[in-house]
């Protein structure tokens, strides 16, 4: 059987997702050896690097997916990411705007602002993100358990219930879907 890209792009998220990193991303490898220009193969190179702990190389697969497909969120949010958890928070606000630029609808791009100004005490501003994300997608946990820390930041009494109680329907409508679709 011939070696192709794609079975090894297979393998190796096998191979990460049982923590077995150096062999993924060798896999990862082989797999660009053979098609360079494959965008997806760049990007899981750089989430098995992050996921390995190794940030730099992650930045680095990462930015060469982006050359390639310049357009794709998922590797715009996930460059946010690691830059914002190398501590370059500059750059990470670069990256979320340059993705919401394009599409000013990423409630994950308006959450990890918020994340950002959240973290350098910009609670106004981390507001407003959060706030962008929910108005997007209600249901969005993690934005809404952000948006609650904030408003309790700023003392917003009100919006910190109105938060607590959307997060309790979350969980309650989670709940009412488990055991559906089984016949047993």
Request: proline letters at 1%; a negative charge.
């Amino acid at each position: 059987m011939k070696e192709n890209a794609s079975s090894l792009n297979s393998q190796a998220i096998e191979l990460a997702s049982s923590g077995q990193y150096l062999e993924a991303i060798a896999c990862l490898k082989r797999a660009i050896s053979l098609e360079t220009y494959n965008h997806l193969l760049w990007y899981n190179l750089g989430i098995t690097y992050r996921d390995a702990g190794n940030l730099p190389a992650a930045k680095s697969a990462l930015l060469r997916a982006h050359e390639i497909d310049d357009e794709d969120d998922e590797i715009i949010e996930t460059l946010a990411l690691i830059c914002f958890n190398q501590g370059r928070n500059e750059e990470a606000l670069a990256y979320c705007l340059e993705g919401l630029s394009r599409n000013s609808q990423n409630a994950h791009l308006w959450n990890t602002i918020g994340v950002i100004y959240f973290n350098t005490n910009e609670f106004h501003l981390a507001c407003e993100a959060f706030e962008n994300a929910v108005t997007i997608n209600s249901y969005y946990y993690d934005a809404l358990f952000n948006l609650r820390d904030t408003y309790e930041e700023l003392g917003n009494k009100t919006g910190y219930q109105m938060c607590v109680q959307q997060m309790k329907n979350i969980q309650l409508g989670e709940n009412d879907f488990e055991g559906e679709g089984s016949d047993a």
